[in-house]
């Protein structure tokens, strides 16, 4: 009954530091995305994948790399972190088919100092 | 390109009344989805309600109902009997229905509820 499950739920990085944000599905989605929420800003689309070895640009991709192994998986990978990437991301996924439900994780807050 | 606004940052309701959350959305589509999501301070995304384009009648979910207004491109939320446990952000979405699942979303709408 896991959902999508997201680690780690806080983190502090130092600018300049790499490091990956996970995400997990067990309900065999094929879509999975992330995205950054922002005070006043609502959620914004980050990067999404369509399938394993399948991944597109959102709205905000600059700063983020994303890899699509497996369905599972779809991890987030911040190359050099920046205080602008300061934010809370969550992770979603959903089946492809027209309007179905995109699940979320728990959320990621994130802080850059 | 689409957009979704949502006018009201925050709104306020007595427990037990009802209250209404404006949504409005700018497509040039004509097969979309509509939801509301409820972000509670656990952080939680949850899906309140889920309205398809092509059929008039409005969702209900509970004490929850949307006032789907295609033609005004309005997607409001009515909450009914209003309890503690709805204080929460309110986010409208959409969907397009050649999106395999991008949602773009308003700003949000914080909730309180008084006791």
């Given amino acids: 009954n896991a959902g999508v499950t997201q680690t780690p739920k806080f983190q502090v990085l130092k600018t300049g530091q790499s490091m990956t944000l996970q995400c997990a599905q067990d309900m065999n989605h094929e ?83 | 390109a689409q957009t979704v606004t949502q006018s009201q940052p925050e709104m306020s309701v007595q427990e037990a009344e009802t209250v209404t959350l404006s949504c409005t959305y700018d497509t040039s589509e004509s097969d979309y989805y509509l939801f509301w999501y409820k972000q509670p301070p656990s952080r939680q995304m949850i899906l309140v309600i889920r309205q398809e384009a092509y059929k008039q009648q409005n969702a209900t979910e509970n004490r929850f109902s949307v006032n789907f207004q295609k033609a005004a491109k309005s997607f409001s939320l009515k909450i009914s009997d209003s309890q503690l446990g709805d204080a929460a952000m309110y986010f409208c979405a959409f969907l397009y229905g050649g999106s395999q699942g991008n949602l773009i979303f308003g700003k949000g709408t914080k909730l309180s509820v008084k006791p």
Avoid: K
């Avoid at chain 1, 914004?44 to 890899?67: C, F, M, W």
């Fill in chain 1, 31 to 113: 879509y999975m995305s992330w995205y950054r929420q922002d005070p006043g800003m609502g959620l914004r689309l980050i990067h999404y994948s369509v399938g394993a070895g399948i991944t597109d640009q959102g709205e905000v991709p600059n700063g983020y790399n994303v890899s699509r192994s497996t369905t599972e998986d779809f991890p987030l990978r911040l190359l050099s972190a920046a205080p602008s990437q300061t934010s809370v991301y969550f992770c979603a996924s959903s089946y492809t088919r027209q309007g179905n439900e995109a699940f979320f994780g728990q959320g990621t807050r994130l802080t850059v100092v």
